[in-house]
């Protein structure tokens, strides 16, 4: 089966890095992503990785996957008052035809000015 | 920027009635979901759709709930009889191809929908 879990909450300071952790139960799972969704909006793709990766950054972003412990992170350097939103890890789970997301509740990211 | 659309932004409605969440996808995308998140809940599952019919579906997708793509560009979901507990906010979503990539699914603003 398939689930993601995340913590719910997370409040950083303005310029501090924020780590929003994940955790995931099916490890054949070959693509993770993380979404961002801000108050009133849709979810936007923020950022993917593959699972034959460990890392990967992209300019703020990066992302660390331990395959072995299925837990994924998102690190957000320099963080700021537009980074507060809630941030959802995702994986589409392996199976014949599945290609549905399968979404963890969510991380609420708050900036402290 | 191509984005997907959703009208209403939200819709309030009496519990039995039916109704119809639209949705405008990217215009060259060809496969089309529906999720719903309940309010403090993960964001769920719902349909995907390609080439005019129902590719996948969960167990929250019961006979109450059909898709249509009326036209070349509408992707819409009927809920024929609400109930309370489908109050919630749906989420439509399109991707080009079906394949898991990075790009696989851009989402919609969402529609609330309340069931009174």
């Known amino acids: 089966g398939e689930d993601v879990e995340q913590s719910l909450f997370l409040s950083v300071r303005e310029g501090d890095s924020s780590v929003i952790n994940c955790t995931y139960t099916?490890?054949?799972?070959?693509?993770l992503y993380w979404y961002k969704q801000e108050p009133g909006a849709g979810l936007q793709l923020l950022t993917y990785?593959?699972?034959?990766?460990d890392m990967k950054q992209d300019q703020r972003l990066t992302v660390l996957l331990n395959k072995k412990d299925k837990h994924l992170s998102l690190r957000i350097a320099d963080t700021q008052t537009g980074d507060s939103a809630i941030y959802f890890c995702a994986e589409i789970p392996p199976g014949a035809g599945s290609y549905q997301l399968t979404f963890g509740k969510g991380t609420k990211l708050s900036v402290i000015p | 920027e191509p984005e997907v659309t959703q009208t209403p932004s939200h819709q309030v409605t009496q519990m039995g009635q039916e109704v119809i969440l639209r949705c405008v996808p990217i215009?060259?995308?060809?496969?089309f979901y529906w999720y719903r998140q309940i309010l403090g809940q993960k964001v769920e599952f719902l349909v995907s759709f390609y080439n005019n019919e129902i590719s996948e579906k969960s167990e929250i997708f019961d006979d109450q709930f059909s898709v249509e793509r009326p036209d070349g560009s509408n992707f819409t979901l009927k809920i024929r009889s609400t109930k309370l507990e489908d109050s919630a906010m749906y989420f439509c979503a399109s991707s080009e191809s079906r394949f898991a990539t990075a790009d696989t699914q851009y989402f919609g603003p969402g529609t609330r929908l309340t069931v009174l």
């Open positions: 099916d490890s054949s799972s070959t693509y």
């Open positions: 990785i593959f699972s034959n990766m």
């Open positions: 215009s060259n995308h060809l496969y």
